[in-house]
Nanobody
Framework: QVQLVESGGGFVQPGESLTLSCVISGIAFERSTVAWYRQAPGKWRELVAMITTSGTETYDDSVKGRFAASRDNVRNAIYLQMNNLKPEDTAIYLC??????????WGQGIQVTVSS
């Protein structure tokens, strides 16, 4: 049985930082590509960051240099360190786990609000 828990969102002011965490059990974590997505009101869900099984990282241009994703293959966890947050980063953030030929797994979503 797959269990997935996200944590770490909240309300911050512009320029501040937050770290999101996502822990999953019940899957072959080390064989899964992991990612963070976000969805703002009235917008499509977009990819924020992704880490492949080999450790290759990809970031959306809007977060490059400010966000850093990481994965822990021992704790079956992924993290998103978000620095210098901007109001346009306000969204619901979701973690995602993907493995070819298996169903995707999504976090429940966690709110991040950046406002002065």
């Amino acid at each position: 049985q797959v269990q997935l828990v996200e944590s770490g969102g909240g309300f911050v002011q512009p320029g501040e930082s937050l770290t999101l965490s996502c822990v999953i059990s019940g899957i072959a974590f080390e064989r899964s590509t992991v990612a963070w997505y976000r969805q703002a009101p009235g917008k499509w869900r977009e990819l924020v960051a992704m880490i492949t099984t080999s450790g290759t990282e990809t970031y959306d241009d809007s977060v490059k240099g400010r966000f850093a994703a990481s994965r822990d293959n021992v704790r079956n966890a992924i993290y998103l360190q978000m620095n210098n947050l901007k109001p346009e980063d306000t969204a619901i953030y979701l973690c995602n786990f993907r493995r070819i030929s298996y169903p995707d797994h999504w976090g429940q979503g966690i709110q991040v609000t950046v406002s002065s």
